[in-house]
């Protein structure tokens, strides 16, 4: 824990020492610019420890998940110290992919039947120099699912595989139909509310290493159809858990959060870009947002009679109550993309099987931290311990009723 007389000194102390060596003149002299950078610092030191760096909230439906996540996970008790100098949500959301490293990572890819006749492009990487799980047959799997336009090549993305590398786990990323390259055998694409691909993908995983236990984490729109997964099929899946990142949890909230002025300019319309891009091939949709993306293609595609009806669908919130696999769920509460008052803080407390953390800050897929956030986020180190709690302790999960 880092104490707030501990970082205040340290910045003052430091800074004092490189204006000193460094700044010869002061503002309106030798020593009234010095004070006026050093009060400005000391200030926003201030501000940054008690506004800005909090312990997040968790919640839970039950006491014995809770239990488990403070004793297993330990991140959910400490404090998260967003980077100082962008904490602000849309600049952590804007400045993730462009900071933060990606591992290298190899894959090999696998394409699959679907029953439709379509065919889905699954990456793995099996990490066959695993020392803690040397067996192929045994050894522990996490499946991931990117965001509405994200493949296996996202930072977010390499970030969680590495972080599973390092706990000896093999991992297969699950691209949505279009979005990493493969053709497209079929008209139809992906959406949040259909999960007949994603069961396609778990039934095949689970054909393929019938004895490795298997879990799933899933980033923004895969989060939310991992979501929409497990309130469709109850205890019947093989998943041992579920983390989620964040997941729009109504998705009527997350749509006009992103098309207000400044988040349209930012994010709506880039996104809008991408799912055009992803179904060119066998459709020309004209549109300027992603509601409208929606209503031209996407609802019309999976047969439902309006958008409001697909929207409706596709809101895991509706389906949380019949989730009965342990599901922890990590929101920031200045997240556009998932507006603080839409997070089913209510639906969370009455199943057992959920929890739920809430960062005050984070952006979307940000949660950026450190000085210079090159490596791990908050994020990965919420999924690490998750898996690894899940995998190793997961028999302490079978009945949290």
Same mark, same amino acid.
């Given at each position: 824990? !880092?104490?707030?007389?501990?970082?205040?000194? !340290?910045?003052?102390?430091?800074?004092?020492?490189?204006? #000193?060596?460094?700044?010869?003149?002061?503002?309106?002299?030798?020593?009234?610019?010095? *004070?006026?950078?050093?009060?400005?610092?000391?200030?926003?030191?201030?501000?940054?420890?008690?506004?800005?760096?909090?312990?997040?909230?968790?919640?839970?439906?039950?006491?014995?998940?809770?239990?488990?996540?403070? #004793?297993?996970? %330990?991140?959910?008790?400490?404090?998260?110290?967003?980077?100082?100098?962008?904490? #602000?949500?849309?600049?952590?959301?804007? =400045?993730?992919?462009?900071?933060?490293?990606?591992?290298?990572?190899?894959?090999?890819?696998?394409?699959?039947?679907?029953?439709?006749?379509?065919?889905?492009?699954?990456?793995?990487?099996?990490?066959?120099? *695993?020392?803690?799980?040397?067996?192929?047959?045994?050894?522990?799997?996490?499946?991931? =699912?990117?965001?509405?336009?994200?493949?296996?090549?996202?930072?977010?993305?390499?970030?969680?595989?590495?972080?599973?590398?390092?706990?000896?786990?093999?991992?297969?990323?699950?691209?949505?139909?279009?979005?990493?390259?493969?053709?497209?055998?079929? %008209?139809?694409?992906?959406?949040?509310?259909?999960? #007949?691909?994603?069961?396609?993908?778990?039934?095949?995983?689970?054909?393929?290493?019938?004895?490795?236990?298997?879990?799933?984490?899933?980033?923004?729109?895969?989060?939310?159809?991992?979501?929409?997964?497990?309130?469709?099929?109850?205890?019947?899946?093989?998943?041992?858990?579920?983390?989620?990142?964040?997941?729009?949890?109504?998705?009527?909230?997350?749509?006009?959060?992103?098309?207000?002025?400044?988040?349209?300019?930012?994010?709506?319309?880039?996104?809008?870009?991408?799912?055009?891009?992803?179904?060119?091939?066998?459709?020309?949709?004209?549109?300027?947002?992603?509601?409208?993306?929606?209503?031209?293609?996407?609802?019309?595609?999976?047969?439902?009679?309006?958008?409001?009806?697909?929207?409706?669908?596709?809101? %895991?919130?509706?389906? =949380?109550?019949?989730?009965?696999?342990?599901?922890?769920?990590?929101?920031?509460?200045?997240?556009?993309? *998932?507006?603080?008052?839409?997070?089913?803080?209510?639906?969370?407390?009455?199943?057992?099987?959920?929890?739920?953390? !809430?960062?005050?800050?984070?952006?979307?897929?940000?949660?950026?931290?450190?000085?210079?956030?090159?490596?791990?986020?908050?994020?990965?180190?919420?999924?690490?311990?998750?898996?690894?709690?899940?995998?190793?302790?997961?028999?302490?999960?079978?009945?949290?009723?």
């Amino acid at each position: 824990m !880092i104490s707030l007389d501990f970082n205040f000194n !340290i910045l003052t102390r430091d800074l004092s020492h490189y204006l #000193e060596n460094q700044v010869k003149v002061g503002l309106f002299g030798s020593g009234v610019g010095l *004070s006026l950078v050093l009060g400005f610092s000391a200030a926003y030191t201030c501000y940054y420890l008690i506004s800005v760096a909090k312990k997040p909230q968790l919640i839970s439906g039950g006491k014995k998940f809770y239990q488990f996540l403070r #004793e297993q996970c %330990p991140v959910v008790s400490e404090t998260y110290y967003p980077t100082f100098w962008c904490w #602000e949500s849309r600049i952590q959301t804007l =400045l993730r992919p462009f900071v933060t490293a990606k591992p290298g990572v190899i894959y090999r890819n696998e394409l699959i039947k679907a029953a439709d006749g379509g065919q889905i492009s699954l990456d793995w990487f099996d990490n066959d120099d *695993s020392l803690s799980h040397p067996d192929p047959a045994t050894r522990p799997t996490v499946l991931l =699912l990117p965001g509405l336009t994200g493949t296996s090549r996202e930072s977010y993305i390499l970030h969680m595989v590495q972080q599973s590398r390092d706990l000896g786990y093999r991992c297969v990323v699950f691209n949505n139909r279009g979005v990493s390259g493969e053709t497209l055998l079929t %008209p139809r694409t992906y959406c949040a509310a259909n999960t #007949e691909d994603l069961e396609t993908v778990i039934e095949h995983i689970q054909k393929t290493y019938e004895a490795a236990p298997l879990m799933a984490a899933g980033v923004s729109m895969g989060g939310m159809m991992l979501a929409n997964y497990l309130g469709r099929k109850g205890r019947e899946t093989c998943l041992k858990g579920v983390v989620v990142f964040s997941a729009g949890w109504d998705v009527f909230e997350c749509t006009a959060s992103l098309e207000k002025p400044l988040d349209r300019f930012l994010f709506n319309s880039y996104l809008t870009s991408c799912l055009q891009a992803s179904v060119h091939r066998s459709a020309r949709v004209r549109a300027r947002t992603i509601r409208e993306f929606d209503e031209r293609f996407t609802s019309i595609m999976f047969g439902y009679p309006t958008n409001d009806d697909y929207y409706h669908d596709a809101s %895991p919130v509706h389906r =949380l109550k019949s989730v009965q696999v342990p599901m922890l769920c990590l929101n920031a509460a200045d997240d556009v993309f *998932s507006p603080s008052h839409a997070i089913p803080v209510e639906a969370v407390k009455q199943n057992p099987n959920l929890a739920m953390l !809430i960062t005050c800050h984070g952006g979307h897929i940000g949660f950026l931290e450190g000085l210079w956030p090159r490596q791990s986020t908050y994020m990965d180190r919420v999924f690490k311990q998750f898996a690894k709690a899940v995998i190793e302790q997961g028999n302490r999960l079978k009945d949290l009723s």
